[in-house]
């Protein structure tokens, strides 16, 4: 399975993006696709993740509310809808997927990474 994402940038505070993650290869449904970020001199932590064959979705707290996760099955595509950016969101954001439906929030339990699209939230 191949990533590829996209839709990272700058923005003021307040402002909103969406990032969109690609999946290609051998791809099947029985999988779950994450969101990942990594700020400078911190660790990379779980932001958002999504069940692929229904849907189902799980959001770290601090963007609960304000982040959406999304699939479209024909495009093979995940997105995240990002409003009301603070600066605190700023860093480099991560797709990754794993084969099963859990909707772990380890970056270890996932198996693929996309290369990171970089978000700049300025206050």
């Known amino acids: 399975v191949q990533l590829q994402a996209s839709g990272g940038g700058s923005v003021q505070a307040g402002g909103s993006l969406r990032l969109s993650c690609r999946a290609s290869?051998?791809?099947?449904?029985?999988?779950?696709v994450g969101w990942f970020r990594q700020a400078p001199g911190k660790e990379r932590e779980f932001v958002a993740a999504i069940r692929w064959n229904d849907g189902t979705t799980s959001y770290a707290d601090s963007v609960k509310g304000r982040f959406t996760i999304s699939r479209d099955a024909a495009k093979n595509t995940v997105y995240m809808q990002m409003n009301s950016l603070k600066p605190e969101d700023t860093a480099v954001y991560y797709c990754?997927?794993?084969?099963?439906?859990?909707?772990?929030?380890?970056?270890?339990?996932?198996?693929?990474w996309g290369q990171g699209t970089l978000v700049t939230v300025s206050s």
């Open positions: 990754a997927a794993r084969s099963g439906t859990g909707l772990s929030r380890a970056p270890s339990m996932y198996d693929y």
């Open positions: 290869g051998s791809t099947r449904s029985s999988y779950t």
